[in-house]
């Protein structure tokens, strides 16, 4: 059953300094041993770009999932709740809604549970305008590389 859409007004930005792009937030919360696995099933799907960049996803550091089965589903009940160590991983989404339900559909299909936590939330996301701001002297590239920075961009 399909349910109501849910009316959301996201803020137009006029500016010269970035632009702004509707699309879904997607965070899966996955055991942390296959969290890779779910990012390359989503890859597979779309590139996950932003900006001048592809692949941007998010992984949290492992937390705790917690839930109990009703033996309503292909497991059987559980007295009490039980634990899994798992990670947030989350990215854009920008697009159709083909391509989010193929994205999805990858998910599902990659994901070990039977019901995947997942969670869509439309929202709104900035890029930069290209050219902008380069000579900050808060960007990597305008002092001394911290370890973060890739080696390919020191």
Known sequence: MKQPEIPMTLP??????FTAEQGLRIVVQVPETRAAQIVEAVLAQAALRYGDYDSVTFRTAAGVQQFR???SGRNAA????????CQELSFFLAGNEATAVEVLRAIYAAHPYEEPVVFVTPCLRTCHIAGRDEDNPNRFWNSPAEDW????HR
Do not use: H
């Not at 137009?12 to 300094?17: E, G, I, L, P």
């Open 12 to 17: 137009d930005f006029d500016n010269d300094r």
């Open 69 to 71: 089965a009703l033996g």
């Open 78 to 85: 559980t007295e009490t709740a039980v634990e899994v160590p």
């Open 149 to 152: 920075v890739p080696q390919e």
